[in-house]
Structure formats: structure tokens, C-alpha cells
């Protein structure tokens, strides 16, 4: 059993890097990836963890993308935290997140009259790089502008409300040609967040499989049976590698495990011996 969908402190989870591998590890993981939002810096420590529990580790990371007129997610695998072509592009997405999020807080004060500081979303991530979203929603909880999470991004910060400020993304096809130009590969994450019927679906793969992608996300931990049944026979239509994971968040999204997302999540190991075999050959 494999996880490849796991985030930390390090993006908008609420555990360190280094508890992913130890979570993995209890829940009978041979393998876990950590695929932090826009960002590689948790790698290292969690790879040091997992290297300690004799647990397979895969490098990874999400990349926010517009497909079309739809927001989409890529993961991506096996790219190391030195220089090359992704990387540049995510410390670009990084610091517009920067940007966006002291825009936020702008809106917040200025507009609602929210007394939100910038230094306090900062503390709530832990670290600058790291904010996102979530932050805020928590911040709005306990300033008392929401009920829950949920209701924060439902009445404020979901696309669309008061406070949504949009933030740079790049085209799936993009990071699919970024993410093999440094020795990677790119995996649709949880495709039916696309929003699109099945015909409509099956053609997007299509056409992202010939952009160079190598996967989609078929075994999510949100899925049911049929659903997950339906993206393998999708991935293999399309000549592509189904893949697996929990995207847990920790008590973001408290209904997900690492390893077995709602409980009956089983990533098998096969799926990350055939995502290893499509990444590029090294010049």
C-alpha cells in the first residue's frame, strides 16, 4: 500500500513534513509521497524521516493550473528541490501567493473592516511561503466572520464571494512539459474536481495524455468504488498510469488518513513502480 497525495506545514496541512512519513509508516505504507502546494522546502526532512523508517519516499508537489475556463491540479513526481525549470516556475507561483495573500488581507481590512494582520496570517501558516486560503478561513473563524472553515470560504473566500482574490496559474500542459525538462512526471490530481461529464472528461485526459502527462488521479481518497473503478478504466484508455492518494491535510480536512483516506482507501504499490517507469530517460 502507497500514499502519493499527503500536504504539511509546508503548504496548507497542519502537520510537520516529517510526520507524514510517520503517519504513513503506522498506517502500512511502503511508500509515501509528500506533494506540498506550489513548493519542494518540506522535502528534505520528511525524506530524512522516512529514510529512518525504512519507508520508500517520492518527491512531489501540487501545482495549481487553468484548464480552459477550470480550475485544475497537477502532482508532480520525482523532482528534486535543486535548480531546473519547475522549480524556477513554482518560486514564481510562490511569490504571486505572496502577493495575493497581502492583497487579501488589504481587502479584509479595508473593504469589511476585518481586523486581520498580515503577521498574523504568516503566524498562522508558520511560515510566509505557506500561506494559503485555509489560514485565512481559520483567522475569520476566531475573528468571529465565520461559523467553520467551510463556511468561511462558503460566505467569503470560495471563487466567486467578497473576498476572493484569484492567484496565478499556469496551464496543465505547461507543468507537464516543466515537470519532464527536470526529470519528472505530471499526474492529474482528483480529475472529477474538473467538473465535467464523462464524454468531456475522457476527451480532457485525451488531450492532456498528449501533452505529456503520465498519470491521473484514480484511487482519491474521497472517492467511492465505482468512481475510482471508472478513472482506472479511463487511465487505461487513455495509455496512462492510474495513481493514488489521500490528499490529507490533516485537521484541514479531517475525514482523511494518510494511507487510507476515509478507511477504505488502498493504493496499490504497482501504481508507483509504473509512474516510476515513465519519467524521462536522463541525457
Known amino acids: 500500500m502507497i500514499d502519493l497525495h499527503t500536504h504539511s506545514t509546508c503548504s496548507d496541512g497542519t502537520d510537520p513534513p516529517e510526520a507524514i512519513p510517520e503517519l504513513a509508516a503506522k498506517a502500512g505504507c511502503r511508500a509515501v509521497a509528500l506533494t506540498d502546494h506550489d513548493n519542494l522546502s518540506g522535502l528534505a526532512a520528511a525524506r530524512a524521516r522516512a529514510d529512518e523508517l525504512g519507508l520508500q ?27 531546473g525549470p519547475l522549480q524556477d516556475e513554482l518560486a514564481r507561483l510562490r511569490a504571486d501567493r505572496v502577493k495575493r495573500n497581502k492583497l487579501l488581507v488589504d481587502k479584509l481590512r479595508n473593504e469589511f473592516g476585518m481586523q486581520i494582520t498580515y503577521d498574523e496570517v504568516v503566524a498562522e501558516a508558520a511560515r510566509e511561503e505557506s500561506v494559503g486560503r485555509p489560514h485565512f478561513a481559520a483567522l ?15 460566505k467569503w473566500l470560495g471563487a466567486g464571494k467578497p473576498a476572493y482574490i484569484p492567484k496565478a496559474r499556469v496551464a496543465p500542459e505547461q507543468v507537464a512539459r516543466l515537470a519532464r525538462a527536470s526529470g519528472g512526471v505530471a499526474v492529474l490530481a482528483h480529475p472529477y474536481s474538473l467538473q465535467l461529464g464523462d464524454g468531456a472528461l475522457a476527451a480532457a485526459v485525451g488531450e492532456l495524455a498528449e501533452a505529456g502527462f503520465s498519470g491521473i488521479e ?23 498510469v492510474a495513481t493514488g492518494g489521500s490528499d490529507y491535510h490533516g485537521t484541514v480536512k479531517h475525514d482523511l488518513s494518510v494511507g487510507v483516506g476515509q478507511g477504505d482507501l488502498r493504493v496499490p504499490d504497482s501504481m508507483l513502480e509504473d509512474l516510476a517507469a515513465r519519467r524521462p530517460s536522463p541525457n
Open 57 to 83: 519516499f517520492v518527491n512531489g508537489c501540487e501545482v495549481s493550473c487553468l484548464f480552459k475556463d477550470r480550475s485544475a491540479h497537477v502532482l508532480c513526481y520525482f523532482v528534486d528541490e535543486d535548480e
Open 140 to 154: 475569520l473563524v476566531r475573528h468571529g466572520a465565520a461559523e467553520s472553515m467551510q463556511d468561511a470560504f462558503d
Open 218 to 240: 484514480a484511487e482519491y481518497g474521497r472517492y467511492t468504488p465505482d468512481e475510482r473503478a471508472e478513472l482506472r478504466t479511463l487511465a487505461q484508455r487513455a495509455g496512462l
